[in-house]
């Protein structure tokens, strides 16, 4: 089991940035793909944007691609989501997950641990 613990989360007007942390704990973080996820109110949990054990592999949701960024430091046993060019729509609590695996991908059932969450909100 990893425990997860992100930060960064805060208000932040339409077109500014934001970055988000992840910090992991209890297994070997160097040796499992990570994600970032979001569930704004009233919708589903989605998928935002996944990188593999050695931060040479990253897939992203079409909505946010060219605007997100998804780092690690695996000798500070952190995950990074970089936010650009923010809009309302990107107002959700983004989680970040661990997979059990090297490789990972879109779908919530490749992760086996999840942080709590962190808001983030757009204001127009």
């Known amino acids: 089991q990893v425990l997860l613990v992100e930060s960064g989360g805060g208000l932040v007007q339409a077109g500014g940035s934001l970055r988000v942390s992840c910090a992991a704990s209890?297994?070997?973080?160097?040796?499992?793909?990570m994600g970032w996820f979001r569930q704004a109110p009233g919708k589903e949990r989605e998928f935002v944007a996944t990188?593999?054990?050695?931060?040479?592999?990253?897939r992203y949701a079409d909505s946010v691609k060219g605007r997100f960024t998804i780092s690690r430091d695996n000798a500070k046993n952190t995950m990074y989501l970089q936010m650009n060019s923010l809009k309302p729509e990107d107002t959700a609590v983004y989680y970040c997950?661990?997979?059990?695996?090297?490789?990972?991908?879109?779908?919530?059932?490749?992760?086996?641990?999840w942080g709590q969450g962190t808001q983030v909100t757009v204001s127009s």
């Open positions: 990188i593999n054990w050695s931060g040479g592999l990253t």
């Open positions: 997950a661990a997979a059990n695996s090297l490789y990972a991908g879109y779908s919530q059932t490749d992760y086996g641990s």
């Open positions: 209890g297994r070997t973080f160097s040796t499992l793909a």
